[in-house]
């Protein structure tokens, strides 16, 4: 009964308020994988054992990432009755200097301090909201990371938590929650872009039990990090969105399918799970509503084929994780040949605030065809590296410049690489393209999951396609011909163009093979694998051709090996000295 969540509820605040409002000094350590990595399990202790050393009294907690990944470790520091300070690069041999000069004689150290929670500047120290990082960004399903602690469902639910859930499961019908869906405007945050409250009707349409609901959290491309860190910081709002997917498909069963390689993510998961479960928000007759529904977690081996859905479903049938052919929609025939809806961590992110706040609100954010926010993970030459959320329609220069603080040395901006090995380069021309699911598309490059490379002119561009192709080669499940040799055909031919063994009519046989394995792989790993290839060529077009006609890299980075190209003519077939080349790829040339 509603009733019943009004009193987890009350007992969630009063727990807030207390650490909110301390009688006694509070400390907070971010620990997503970034902190981690860079020693926040030994900065949490150095704390502990310093204020044990000082006889202080003092709360000590972790947080997830708040997307400031380039300042970790990160701490913040609330005395009783003072502001929130954050310092960041905090080091084990900084916290004795923290310690004493915050705890001890009751100083702020703006020196060493990254802003305040404070509304306004403190002793020099900037709100949050007004450094560049944060305040271009539209923070939505990201404003708990690095705020709550990840592991308490208490603070989830102090901070809005499961009203969501509980408002679609007493005040909604189940067409309602998809009608809401479809109001907003949200597209799948996968990659694939197909509209998510469509994918919920026809699921629901679709008669059949069990029906089965899956949390895509696979994400093996290289250079996105943004559903672990959600899932690291805020893991119940994914099992919020997932309870109501769940609803209003007619579901009662379900899994999260997380990558191998993110092990603190699966515990989290598996840490909320359980406390979901313990509050009755999991398992039997949630909340005496008459709907029951469950999530089993799994992990993956670390395949990036497998994050397609279909390989992912053959994979938790512990089967290879290849693609099937799409002959039946999984809605109709997915896991276990049952009825099946999966959507990605970032869209289930979204649906809690879209059903509290409405579809008409939540379609009022971004532009006419890309609605709400969208998160990116910066990597690359960028001073300010980390995780970001922004409206869609945002110009890459913004990102670029003001949030992620341009490129260090003052070096030129040469290329974005957006959305993986599914992307395509955006060179220093389209710096003031907004970012939408639309222009990207027809800048020939796509959104995909939410990476965004960035690259100085350091960066040879016929090397970085030849990274991407290889990394689609050696992750092709190798079920269709298509992408199975035409990735690693691809991979031969730009590796000779970057050795200075290529031709100039080998970009035309390079553009044919991307059409043809467009439109005959059998999933989106080799239908995009040449993606970032092709606009490469279409935007860098005079970089390969300095390397094909003049055998030099203008970034001075791959090594020419000479005069000559495959030799590739009318019934014939060259090969050439393969010794030397990486993976030693061209035993056998096409023609």
Excluded at 67 to 73: I, T
Excluded at 221 to 238: F, H, N, T, W
Excluded at 292 to 308: F, K, N, Q
Aim: with cysteine.
């Amino acid at each position: 009964m509603r009733g019943d969540f009004e009193v987890i509820k009350a007992r969630a605040m009063a727990h807030w308020e207390r650490l909110s409002r301390p009688t006694v000094p509070r400390i907070i350590v971010g620990t997503g994988a970034c902190g981690l990595s860079v020693g926040a399990e030994e900065v949490f202790n150095a704390i502990q054992q310093e204020l044990q050393r000082h006889n202080i009294e003092a709360i000590v907690s972790q947080t997830g990432c708040n997307g400031m990944c380039y300042a970790e470790v990160l701490v913040d520091i609330m005395k009783p009755g003072g502001p929130c300070v954050t310092y960041g690069h905090v080091t084990p041999e900084l916290v004795p200097l923290l310690i004493g000069d915050c705890l001890l004689r009751d100083e702020l150290r703006p020196d060493l301090a990254v802003a305040t929670t404070a509304n306004t500047a403190v002793n020099g120290i900037p709100a949050y909201d007004d450094i560049p990082f944060f305040k271009y960004q539209q923070r939505i399903i990201t404003r708990n990371c690095g705020r709550i602690d990840p592991e308490s469902i208490d603070e989830y639910i102090a901070n809005g938590g499961y009203t969501a859930l509980v408002k679609a499961l007493f005040d909604m019908k189940p067409e309602e929650v998809i009608a809401e869906v479809k109001e907003s405007g949200l597209m799948g945050r996968g990659g694939a872009a197909f509209p998510t409250g469509r994918k919920w009707e026809s699921s629901r349409a679709v008669k059949g039990h069990p029906k089965y609901v899956i949390c895509n959290a696979e994400e093996g491309e290289p250079a996105v990090y943004k559903d672990r860190r959600l899932m690291e910081s805020d893991p119940q709002r994914i099992i919020e969105g997932m309870l109501i997917g769940a609803y209003a498909v007619g579901s009662d069963c379900g899994y999260i399918y997380i990558g191998g390689e993110h092990d603190l993510a699966a515990r989290r998961m598996a840490v909320a799970l359980e406390q979901a479960h313990h509050y009755g928000l999991l398992g039997h007759n949630i909340l005496g509503s008459g709907f029951s529904y469950d999530i089993l977690l799994r992990r993956g081996a670390g395949s990036y084929a497998a994050g397609e859905s279909s390989a992912q479903m053959s994979s938790l049938e512990a089967k290879r994780g290849m693609p099937r052919p799409k002959l039946v929609r999984s809605v109709e025939r997915g896991l276990w040949a049952k009825p099946t809806l999966m959507n990605n961590v970032e869209t289930f992110a979204n649906i809690p605030d879209i059903i509290e706040k409405g579809g008409v609100w939540y379609a009022s954010i971004g532009t006419a065809e890309s609605k709400g926010t969208k998160l990116f993970a910066l990597s690359g030459h960028i001073r300010h590296p980390g995780l970001v959320e922004v409206p869609f329609g945002v110009s890459l220069r913004r990102l670029v410049f003001d949030i992620g603080g341009g490129i260090p040395g003052g070096k030129p901006f040469k290329a974005a690489q957006p959305g993986g090995p599914s992307g395509g380069c955006l060179p220093a021309s389209l710096l003031d393209i907004p970012l939408s699911f639309e222009s990207l598309e027809e800048a020939g490059s796509a959104i995909g999951s939410g990476g965004l490379v960035i690259m100085d002119e350091s960066v040879c561009m016929v090397d970085m396609s030849r990274y991407f192709i290889g990394f689609s080669a050696a992750e092709s499940c190798g079920r269709c011909t298509t992408c199975r040799i035409g990735c690693q055909r691809l991979q031969d031919i730009v590796t000779y163009i970057a050795e200075g063994l290529g031709r100039l009519e080998e970009l035309d046989l390079l553009e044919a093979m991307a059409t043809t394995m467009k439109e005959t792989a059998l999933c989106g790993l080799g239908q995009t694998a040449a993606v970032p290839l092709l606009c490469s060529i279409r935007h860098f077009r005079a970089e390969y051709e300095a390397h094909i006609l003049e055998k030099r890299c203008p970034a001075n980075f791959c090594r020419m090996r000479g005069e000559g190209g495959l030799g590739w003519g009318p019934g014939e077939m060259n090969y050439a000295d393969t010794t030397d080349m990486p993976g030693q790829l061209l035993s056998v040339p096409i023609r």
